[in-house]
């Protein structure tokens, strides 16, 4: 999964799983189509940022589900990789 598509998978949870879009997704990178990979980064709402860490759960053809933990300590605002 590309580093923009990536990204934007993990705003839209966000706003589904908690009723919030955050203001930007940052990551580390893509993340591979297995289950079990793993990625890094950072969400922000209203110039906060906070870590994050997603996790392949599904991967059935193209479709790839993930599963999207936050931290509660806050971060330093990440580079812009994409």
């Given at each position: ?58 991967v ?12 509660h300590?806050?971060?330093?605002e ?5």
């Amino acid at each position: 999964m590309s580093i923009g598509s990536l990204q934007s998978g993990i705003a839209t949870q966000l706003a589904k799983s908690v009723g919030v879009e955050p203001d930007e997704v940052r990551c580390e990178g893509g993340l591979d189509g297995v289950v079990g990979a793993t990625q890094t980064g950072a969400v922000s709402k209203g110039g906060s940022w906070l870590p994050l860490t997603v996790r392949v759960t599904n991967v059935q053809g193209t479709e790839i589900d993930i599963a999207v933990s936050v931290g509660h300590t806050l971060v330093p605002e990440p580079r812009r990789l994409a």
